[in-house]
């Protein structure tokens, strides 16, 4: 499953594709909401790794207005778990990704980001 | 039929990446199953290594293959991303057991289809980092160091313990006695000679897979699956170069110079490395600037198994 966690995680990888190649946009999105066990000491440990922005700007692309335009700097519990429901629950089972950057359209299919790149795409 | 031996790899493409598709990707993705059904029990050294790693850590498995993996993380309360390269593979890698959902129901594994050299996770995002028997499926020395930077550029890098790991685990050209692999037959045989004389051993290799004859099927199928066999000291220098590509100073074993890193300087540590059952395998660790070497835990080779 794409879950905001990972998509959180994932930038484009074109060669030379360094500008605004994160976050990726989701579009033509099939998305299935799993409850999944609170697990709020994960999600505390997670928050130093997390880009606030992009899961905000993300989330509300996908119609989850729960979290504030600024990071809380102490989260309180209520808190941790809409951060849970958006990080863990949220699966992008089918869409795509697209780079803002490049243009380049990552699919999802299956629950599983093909990140592939033809060669010529790749960077060294 | 005779059972199929190793034989040595002529690249089918002068291009790497066309070569591997066919005598890597194309195989995996027509035996998937069958390679899964053979796939379950974790190598201990690695069940080892993932036990050490902090609960509620979040990992990555380069190469996961099926996944077993996942299962064995999640039994330690880590949390572990399976990339492949296989379709196949990665379907059966979402579907391990081992992750809770709600009511006692399985939960998905979070999968991602890229190549072992995948660049694009954001810096600093997992706390440790296995690839098991991936790499050797790479056919350039410099491919193999780039599935290695790959690796180390998303650990988290800390000033302070607990710092990020990886592991690393690759076939082996020295071959045990007890090996089943049998890798001692391969051998060059000039064509048109039905015997095969005394000849060099060669570390490039196809492996061939059988897979039984399917439902309406009369013969079976051997998948030929490129191998490069790495020597001794050749999986540390794969990673010591890999780390100089990634701007670390490399740290080997008790070295001490830690003392002279300044605070924004990127450190590599081999912390063991060894020999077992026919695969060469290098555990390490990464962070930033002066080393914090108290409450020093040991390395999964403690026991006195795999120094090699």
């Keep these: 499953m794409v879950r905001l966690i990972t998509h959180n995680m994932l930038a484009c990888h074109v060669r030379n594709c360094n500008k605004d190649n994160f976050p990726l946009i989701f579009s033509e999105v099939e998305l299935v909401i799993r409850e999944t066990p609170e697990n709020l000491d994960f999600i505390r440990r997670f928050l130093p790794k997390l880009d606030w922005t992009a899961l905000v700007d993300t989330a509300r692309s996908l119609g989850d207005t729960t979290l504030p335009d600024e990071q809380p700097v102490e989260m309180t519990d209520d808190q941790l778990r809409a951060l849970h429901h958006v990080l863990m629950e949220m699966h992008v089972e089918e869409g795509n990704m697209t780079c803002r950057g490049c243009g380049h359209v990552y699919p999802i299919s299956n629950g599983i980001p093909n990140m592939l790149l033809a060669e010529h795409e790749v960077g060294r | ?308």
């Design chain 2, 1 to 308: 039929m005779p059972k199929p031996v190793p034989t040595p790899y002529i690249p089918p493409s002068t291009d790497p990446s066309i070569a591997e598709q066919s005598t890597v990707h194309d195989v995996y993705e027509a035996i998937a199953p069958h390679f899964s059904q053979t796939r379950h029990k974790p190598w201990p050294l690695i069940d080892r290594f993932l036990s050490s790693q902090p609960p509620l850590s979040l990992g990555l498995d380069s190469g996961a293959g099926n996944g077993k993996y996942l299962v064995t993380a999640g039994s330690y309360g880590l949390d572990l991303i399976a990339l492949d390269r296989s379709a196949g593979l990665l379907d059966i890698a979402r579907r391990q057991s081992g992750r809770k959902g709600v009511n006692g129901d399985e939960a998905l594994w979070e999968c991602v289809r890229a190549d072992l050299g995948f660049k694009g996770w954001r810096q600093g995002v997992f706390d440790f980092a296995i690839s098991i028997a991936a790499i050797h499926h790479l056919s350039t020395p410099l491919r193999r160091q780039e599935a290695v930077q790959a690796l180390l550029q998303p650990l988290r890098h800390s000033s302070k313990r607990p710092y990020a790991r990886f592991m690393i685990y690759v076939w082996a050209y020295e071959q045990g006695a007890a090996s089943r692999r049998k890798m001692g037959a391969v051998a060059v045989v000039p064509d048109g000679q039905t015997e095969s004389a005394e000849v060099d051993k060669v570390q490039d290799v196809l492996v061939p897979w059988v897979l039984q004859a399917q439902e309406g099927q009369t013969e079976s199928q051997v998948f030929q699956r490129y191998y490069h066999l790495f020597v001794a000291g050749e999986l540390r220098d794969l990673v010591s170069s890999a780390a100089e590509a990634e701007g670390y100073r490399v740290l080997q074993g008790d070295d001490r110079s830690g003392g002279c890193l300044r605070g924004t300087d990127k450190w590599l540590r081999i912390r063991a490395e060894g020999w077992e059952a026919d695969n060469w395998w290098i555990e390490g660790e990464v962070g930033l600037g002066e080393v914090d070497r108290q409450d020093e835990r040991t390395p999964v080779e403690a026991d006195g198994n795999g120094q090699g």
